[in-house]
Nanobody
Framework: QVQLVESGGGLVQPGGSLRLSCAASGRTYNNYDMGWFRQAPGKEREFVAVIKWDSSAWYKESVRGRFTISRDNAKNMVYLQMNGLKPEDTAVYHC????????????????WGPGTRVTVSS
């Protein structure tokens, strides 16, 4: 059974840091572009960052310079290092394989893992 499980979320003060992890099981995603998305309360899910199969990366404008996406193909893991967190980063974060559709990064699959909740608050 293919499964992606996110972890590493929590409660952090503004300006703090968290490192999210995405563990894949059931198949390898080494040849896939992998992305992080987030869904804030009352809002639609949005793209955050992508790391391509060659480890090149792109970011949502509002997180560029603060977040860093990385991958460890040997471990079938994807990470999101989040620094300088802001209250507007509060959301449930998900990872999935991604592709570009008309210039927009979207999930390749319709199912989503449980996600990991990030709350930025003082």
């Amino acid at each position: 059974q293919v499964q992606l499980v996110e972890s590493g979320g929590g409660l952090v003060q503004p300006g703090g840091s968290l490192r999210l992890s995405c563990a894949a099981s059931g198949r390898t995603y080494n040849n896939y572009d992998m992305g992080w998305f987030r869904q804030a309360p009352g809002k639609e899910r949005e793209f955050v960052a992508v790391i391509k199969w060659d480890s090149s990366a792109w970011y949502k404008e509002s997180v560029r310079g603060r977040f860093t996406i990385s991958r460890d193909n040997a471990k079938n893991m994807v990470y999101l290092q989040m620094n300088g967190l802001k209250p507007e980063d509060t959301a449930v974060y998900h990872c999935n394989p991604v592709w570009q559709v008309r210039g927009t990064w979207e999930s390749r699959v319709s199912s989503w893992g449980p996600g990991t909740r990030v709350t930025v608050s003082s």
